[in-house]
């Protein structure tokens, strides 16, 4: 895992930043690095919005509040761009679409912080940079159908929707999904469908799935998972318990499996029947 260095406090927004950032890392993370320099977000004047529309999944209206634009690209140019996020079509999305809207209002002038940040009942938004490389990681497409294990507050899933065919997405924390199902609604997705239920086996009804990602580690890969890929489909999940990797796996035109271990992470844990099949 990457070391971290202690930020400049170059504004009053850090301080809340750090809050988050302690919060976050106690009840369990994706935390991956803080950059620090995104830490005075706000410490500069926006530039007024893009003009380009977004993307053809119905999210006319989702570049939000001009305010949060320059913070939106300083976390793509440096968070992502600036490490090793390449794929153009996930650092636009992720450049446009209002990350503030997925996250508690106190928490909002934070929200482009490459840091996971909480969003109640102990769970985490992610951290962008690990959203953008998971999402770069399985390769979406315009006729891509993706799974999205642990929906949290959408964010996940809005990136997808932006750049699949369809998206359907599980959480089995009732009032997430809810709230979740709710927001995206309001945002104007129409190819995202929502349900609360536990995602160890999947989706079964919906697979074969292009794409499969996963925001909560078990201790080892579901089988059903693997088995709902599409032949050409990749899942990206993170692994382990105290110490996670980030895996992809990819399964072959031939049905045969690939495995590449792409990062450490840290996850919050996948509940419900993930927590029975690793005792």
């Known amino acids: 895992m990457e070391t971290t260095r202690q930020p400049r406090l170059a504004c009053p927004n850090a301080i809340r930043l750090a809050i988050g950032l302690m919060v976050a890392m106690v009840i369990g993370t994706s ?26 999944k119905s999210s006319a209206e989702v570049t939000g509040d001009s305010r949060y634009v320059q913070a939106r690209k300083r976390m793509v ?39 996971p940040l909480p969003i109640g009942h102990g769970q985490t938004i992610s951290q962008p940079y690990i959203v953008a ?11 891509s159908r993706a799974l999205d294990i642990g929906t949290g507050s959408g964010y996940q899933a809005a990136v997808l929707a932006e750049l699949c065919k369809e998206v ?29 239920g536990d995602g160890y086996r999947g989706w079964p009804e919906k697979a074969p799935f292009d794409i499969i990602i996963v925001a909560a580690a078990p201790d080892h890969v579901p089988q059903p998972l693997v088995e709902q890929l599409a032949r050409g489909g990749r899942l990206a999940i993170p692994v382990g318990s105290f110490f996670q990797e980030l895996l992809v796996i990819e399964k072959q035109k031939d049905g045969t499996i690939r495995r590449e271990s792409i990062a450490p992470v840290r996850f919050v844990p996948m509940r419900g029947e993930a927590e029975k099949a690793g005792r």
């Open 168 to 196: 359907y997405s599980i959480e089995i924390l009732k009032p997430l999904a809810d709230s979740a199902r709710e927001r995206l609604a309001e945002m104007g997705y129409r190819n995202i469908t929502v349900r609360t």
């Open 133 to 143: 490389l998971m999402t770069q990681a399985v390769r979406p497409g315009p006729k």
């Open 31 to 56: 935390l991956l690095v803080w950059r620090p320099r995104t830490a005075d977000l706000f410490c500069a004047e926006p530039t007024p919005p893009r003009s380009s529309s977004p993307g053809a």
């Open 77 to 115: 140019e440096a968070d992502l761009r600036g490490r090793d996020i390449t794929d153009v079509k996930v650092l636009e999305v992720m450049g446009r679409l209002p990350r503030h809207r997925f996250v508690p209002k106190d928490l909002q002038g934070v929200a482009y912080a490459d840091a």
